[in-house]
């Protein structure tokens, strides 16, 4: 269903593999993407070490058969340890200090947040901006009237279903100490709203809604962020993170153009 994203151009790297560590929390969507051999392509980067922010991970056995350096830093336990609430973000820094050293040992080239439930406070991003981004499952490019991207945060979808979008796209973004507004790398093409929505909005079905609202969110993250995740980093290996005010890849979609196209190009 899914193309793969490539780049043509010269890596920063200067001829090694490009080094990524991947964060996330429960789950990784599109890890399996990006470890998988991939037949007669060039391989422009290696997946280095994955940290997860819960012991619960759903990828720990896909990370270990892949043999890719994984650590958990569980979160809860943390702010249990200090008998705090784990949503308290007075003491997060502390969490990202050691974050930020652990992901530091292993000398990446760009973190890639997966699936990671949590705000990123000043040790994160001051070690690794720009060179980090996230995959938010919201269009980032729709805009409030403030200019504000309209749907942030863990609710994005229903969101979008709520206020009655007819489609959806996920987005891979630069991070910055804003929530999901920092530049945009790629976003996927189109995931249409089914017109069962219309007809739970007119019946008031909420139960309806939040149960599609679900459905359609595994739709776009499986379908799209491992194809996603791949074209963001090949533009990050091209070195097009060097001064993104200076490129605009908010619609290019690797569902929009098959690798053998040409994918990206810059």
């Known amino acids: 269903m899914l193309n793969q994203a490539i780049i043509v151009g010269n890596s920063k790297t200067d001829g090694r593999l490009f080094r990524v560590a991947v964060v996330c929390s429960r789950r990784a969507p599109g890890l399996d993407y990006l470890l998988a051999p991939r037949a007669g392509r060039g391989r422009i980067y290696e997946i280095v070490a994955c940290i997860a922010s819960d012991s619960q991970c759903q990828e720990l056995d896909l990370l270990e058969a892949a043999g890719i350096p994984t650590r958990v830093l569980d979160i809860r336990q943390f702010y249990r340890a200090r008998g705090l609430r784990w949503s308290d973000l007075a003491v997060r820094p502390l969490y990202?200090?050691?974050?930020?050293?652990?992901?530091?040992?292993?000398?990446?080239?760009?973190?890639?947040?997966?699936?990671y439930l949590h705000i990123l406070t000043g040790p994160v991003l001051e070690a690794f901006a720009p060179n980090l981004i996230n995959i938010h499952d919201a269009d980032l490019t729709v805009r409030d009237d403030r200019g504000i991207p309209r749907y942030r945060g863990l609710r994005a979808v229903l969101d979008a279903i709520l206020a009655g979008e007819r489609e959806t796209r996920s987005?891979?973004?630069?991070?910055?100490?804003?929530?999901d507004t920092g530049p945009i790398l790629v976003r996927s093409d189109a995931f249409p709203v089914h017109p069962l929505v219309q007809e739970a909005r007119v019946w008031g079905a909420l139960d309806i809604l939040k149960a599609y609202a679900y459905a359609h969110r595994e739709w776009m993250m499986r379908a799209s962020w491992g194809p996603l995740l791949a074209g963001a980093i090949a533009l990050c290996a091209a070195g097009a993170n060097r001064d993104l005010a200076g490129f605009d890849f908010s619609n290019r979609s690797p569902r929009?153009?098959?690798?053998?196209?040409?994918g990206y190009l810059c």
């Open 96 to 115: 990202d200090e050691v974050l930020a050293a652990t992901l530091l040992s292993y000398r990446p080239d760009l973190v890639v947040l997966c699936g």
């Open 171 to 179: 987005t891979v973004h630069v991070v910055t100490p804003e929530l």
């Open 256 to 262: 929009s153009q098959s690798a053998e196209q040409g």
